[in-house]
C-alpha cells in the first residue's frame, strides 16, 4: 500500500479525490432511491387494494390475479432494495479503501469510522432492523390481505 501511495502522480491523485466525491455522492442518491421505493410502494399497493376493495365484483375471472399484484408488486420493490443495498455496501468498501490511499487519520472518514463503530458496538439496532422489517411487514402484510380476499371471494 505504501507504494501505491508513493507512486500516484498529481492527476491520479485528483482523479480519485474526484472519485470519492462521486461515491458519496453516489450513496446519497442510493438512499433516497431506497427511500423513494419505500413511499411509492406504500402509494402503488395502496391505491391496488383500494381499488380491488371497491370493484370485486367487476373482476370475475381475473380477481386471483389482481389479488396477488399487490404481493408481487412488494416482491420486486424487496429485491429492489436488496440491489440498491449491495450498491451501497460496495461503494461505502471502495470509499473506505481511498481513505486509506489518502492516509485519513484513524477514526476519521465516514466509512472508516462506521466500520470502526461496528465492530467495537456492533450494528446500531435502528440501523439493522429498520428498513428490512420495513420491507418484510409490508411485504408479509400484502400477502396477508391477498390471502383474506381470496377467502372472503370464496364465501
Request: aromatic content about 12%; overall charge neutral; hydrophobic content about 45%.
Amino acid at each position: 500500500m505504501d507504494q501505491e501511495k508513493e507512486e500516484l502522480s498529481s492527476p491520479a491523485r485528483n482523479y480519485l479525490k474526484e472519485e470519492q466525491k462521486q461515491r458519496r455522492q453516489e450513496i446519497e442518491r442510493l438512499i433516497e432511491r431506497t427511500e423513494a421505493d419505500q413511499k411509492n410502494g406504500l402509494i402503488v399497493t395502496g391505491a391496488v387494494w383500494a381499488w380491488l376493495a371497491t370493484n370485486t365484483d367487476k373482476l370475475s375471472g381475473l380477481f386471483i390475479y389482481v389479488t396477488l399484484l399487490p404481493p408481487i408488486i412488494m416482491a420486486f420493490f424487496f429485491y429492489r432494495w436488496r440491489m440498491l443495498s449491495g450498491a451501497i455496501k460496495q461503494a461505502a468498501s471502495y470509499t473506505q479503501k481511498l481513505e486509506k490511499l489518502f492516509e485519513v487519520p484513524d477514526g476519521f472518514g465516514w466509512e472508516s469510522y462506521l466500520t470502526k463503530v461496528r465492530k467495537e458496538e456492533g450494528e446500531p439496532e435502528h440501523m439493522k432492523h429498520t428498513t428490512k422489517l420495513f420491507w418484510f411487514f409490508l411485504l408479509g402484510l400484502n400477502v396477508i390481505i391477498a390471502i383474506l380476499f381470496i377467502l372472503l371471494k370464496q364465501q
